[in-house]
């Protein structure tokens, strides 16, 4: 189960926000290649889930997240990952569900790229209060292959690894306050897959 926070900003705030006492550590960076899949009449989009493979690093890893809840940035829904070999889709080797295992691998022969997204990670893990949170910027594009169509992703993840979800509001408000004065983040609930979706939709 994940529980994570999403917050977009603005490219002016990106240095205040860079400043802030606890981002100073360099944080480690990654460039995330990722390809999302759906059939033709889009039954992963119907159903709020997320088919994805992604290169990190030289790793290759399949990702299958289902439908969740989303309210005020504040998302927390099923997620699995595990390695794969590009184009496989061993869903029957990464999922525990088996009703969902038997559903996916239905749908394999007819899943097909249809967005991509590019973009660098950079990732600290911050100890606030009683919880241990996972903060990630995220700069990069969204694209749909073969077209014109993209759009610009830049924003900040914070993921409950441990303890409280309070904490999780309770760090972003943190965040908002720097040394060379306010960063505006805005909670929002569009995950990169809808903006995907709502991108590839564009031309169709």
């Not at 997620?79 to 525990?96: C, M, N, S």
């Not at 969902?100 to 899943?111: D, F, I, K, N, W």
């Amino acid at each position: 189960m994940e529980t994570e926070l999403k917050l977009s900003l603005q490219a002016q705030d990106l240095p205040r926000l860079l400043a802030h006492p606890l981002l100073l550590a360099s944080g480690s960076r990654q460039r995330l290649l990722n390809t999302y899949f759906d059939t033709p009449e889009l039954a992963l989009q119907q159903a709020r889930m997320a088919v994805r493979e992604r290169l990190a690093g030289a790793q290759w890893l399949l990702t299958v997240k289902t439908a969740g809840q989303s309210t005020g940035g504040l998302s927390r829904r099923q997620e699995w990952e595990g390695p794969t070999t590009p184009g496989a889709l061993q869903f029957d080797q990464l999922l525990d569900d088996t009703a969902l295992s038997q559903t996916m691998m239905a749908l394999r022969p007819r899943l097909q790229a249809m967005f991509c997204t590019d973009f660098e990670r950079q990732r600290w893990v911050i100890a606030h209060g009683d919880a241990q949170i996972e903060v990630a910027l995220d700069q990069g594009r969204i694209h749909v292959p073969g077209t014109e169509r993209s759009e610009p992703i830049l924003e900040l993840e914070l993921e409950l690894l441990s303890g409280p979800e309070s904490a999780l509001m309770a760090l972003a408000d943190v965040l908002c306050q720097t040394p060379q004065g306010p960063v505006q983040l805005t909670p929002s609930d569009a995950s990169k897959a809808q903006r995907g979706q709502a991108l590839w939709a564009r031309g169709h």
